[in-house]
């Protein structure tokens, strides 16, 4: 089977980018990491990606805090496509992206959240959640649409919360959880078995047509 191609966009320490890098490199998803591209020059992210031999890309974001200015967010596009890319994970990339963006990879744009969606969107979910008092946290892989963290969602993973948790003992265990489902999530789209259907997302069987 030909490798998938991926292109991965981070914003900060990139440890779901490792997982994916990992994954790849020993076998256990039939994809490659094209290209890694990040708004922050001196992310971690891009770090890793040097040292395992991918190309790493520092794209200025523009004038913006939470967003690209159009014009940067096409070379982000043209960025990925120049590299092949099929499907595009956001990996902490901590930007919205606009239509054209979304209109180039329509259907091929994932993004991994460390809550429970629809429940605690936007930062800080996992202090969120600690907040609200939740009893269940967890973490979700959704495709991309042009709502905040409000597209179809893949795959989720539940973590209980302890009585006695920080926001980073929580974040600790949630990530590893992140880990694991944002590679299921891409091995499944690799294999051609996630299907879009309306807001829901149907998996699959192994060898069942779409
Ligand atoms: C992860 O927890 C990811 O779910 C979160 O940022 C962290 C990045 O960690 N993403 C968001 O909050 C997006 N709204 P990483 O750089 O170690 O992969």
Redesign the pocket.
């Given at each position: 089977m030909n490798k998938l191609a991926l292109g991965v966009l981070?914003s900060?320490?990139?440890?779901?980018?490792q997982a994916i890098i990992d994954a790849c490199g020993e076998g256990q998803l039939p994809a490659e990491v094209k290209v890694v591209v990040s708004d922050v020059e001196d992310s971690f992210?891009l770090e890793r990606a040097r040292s395992a031999g991918i190309p790493a890309v520092f794209l200025a974001p523009g004038k913006y805090k939470t967003k690209l200015e159009p014009e940067r967010e096409m070379e982000y596009v043209e960025c990925l496509r120049r590299h092949g890319v099929r499907l595009v994970l956001l990996?902490?990339f901590?930007r919205v992206l606009h239509s054209d963006f979304l209109a180039a990879f329509q259907g091929r744009l994932m993004?991994?959240?460390?809550s429970l969606l629809p429940s605690f969107p936007g930062l800080k979910?996992q202090k969120q959640a600690l907040e609200r008092g939740v009893r269940y946290a967890g973490?979700t892989v959704h495709f991309v649409d042009e709502s905040v963290?409000g597209g179809p969602i893949i795959l989720q993973a539940v973590v209980p919360v302890e009585h006695d948790d920080s926001v980073d003992s929580l974040s600790d265990r949630i990530?590893k959880e992140?880990h694991r489902i944002y590679c299921e999530a891409i091995r499944l789209f690799a294999e051609g078995r996630l299907q879009i259907e309306g807001r829901r997302v149907r998996i699959l069987g192994r060898g069942e047509k779409a």
């Open positions: 981070a900060g320490r990139g440890t779901n980018l992210a990996a902490g901590m993004n991994i959240h460390p979910a973490c963290d990530l992140e």
